[in-house]
């Protein structure tokens, strides 16, 4: 009786670390692949640099480095990290901090930064694409660039404008400041100030979901394209990302 107990405990305890494991990737992640790793911490090889100034490869002002296993992004100009390739059905997650710079035109506004994906056409600030918004007091918004077009949750389409933004807020988001070090006074999903946030985008389709540290902070649907390079901005503000990891949905 005393050894059935035993194997009985030691199978609810394997049953248990199951679970665990089963339930430590955030609920509602569609089946995928293994990961293709975009960025591995020690180069950029995966990605093409781009500034309005410099153009295309050109990073002679060093906007874009890797330091510490990171890409350190300086913000002192606008511009971004773009993947050579294009990319549908897949399941991205990333983490990002952000630093202590701000800069002209957004100096002493909040921290402003994001993954555009879907993106098409000639690169510029910023090309046509849908944006996974990072930034103080916003992270989890969804931005149009150009004439980019969805449908949010509720069912409303919307349709960005050539040379300016349109967006959803995130759920339950409250009032916003432009300011920063600005926090969310009705619930912040981002952590304090300098430490890592994890962000995950699930594309599926013409369907998708916005995670910030675990929590579902948007959705929507019936987008425009489905399928684009991946971008990650310098937009005024130091900013750190790491674990670029894409894995294509089974």
């Known amino acids: 009786m005393f050894i059935r107990s035993l194997v009985l405990t030691g199978i609810s305890g394997a049953c248990l670390l199951l679970t665990c494991s089963a339930t430590a990737e955030t609920p509602g992640i569609p089946a995928h692949g293994p990961a293709v790793v975009l960025f591995d911490g020690t180069n950029l090889d995966q990605f093409e640099t781009f500034s309005p100034s410099k153009g295309l490869n050109n990073d002679s002002d060093h906007i874009f480095t890797v330091e510490d296993g990171a890409i350190h992004v300086s913000g002192k100009e606008y511009g971004f990290v773009v993947t050579k390739r294009e990319y549908a059905d897949y399941y991205l997650t990333a983490e990002f901090k952000w630093g202590e710079g701000t800069y002209a035109p957004r100096a002493g506004k909040a921290r402003d930064a994001g993954i555009l994906y879907n993106v098409t056409g000639p690169f510029q600030i910023w090309p046509s694409s849908v944006e996974f ?83 579902l902070v948007n959705e929507a649907s019936e987008t425009v394209v489905t399928k684009g390079k991946i971008l990650f901005q310098s937009e005024g503000a130091e900013v750190y990302y790491r674990n670029i990891r894409l894995y294509p949905l089974k």
């Not at 600005?182 to 985008?201: F, I, S, T």
């Open 133 to 215: 918004q990072i930034q103080e007091g916003a992270t989890g918004d969804i931005y149009l660039c150009n004439s980019f077009a969805l449908t949010s949750k509720e069912g409303r389409r919307v349709i960005g404008k050539p040379g300016s933004y349109v967006g959803i807020n995130r759920f339950g988001k409250g009032p916003w400041k432009d300011e920063t070090g600005y926090r969310d006074p009705e619930g912040d999903p981002e952590k304090a100030h300098g430490e890592w946030n994890q962000v995950e985008l699930v594309v599926q389709g013409d369907h998708v979901k916005y995670y910030v540290n675990g929590k």
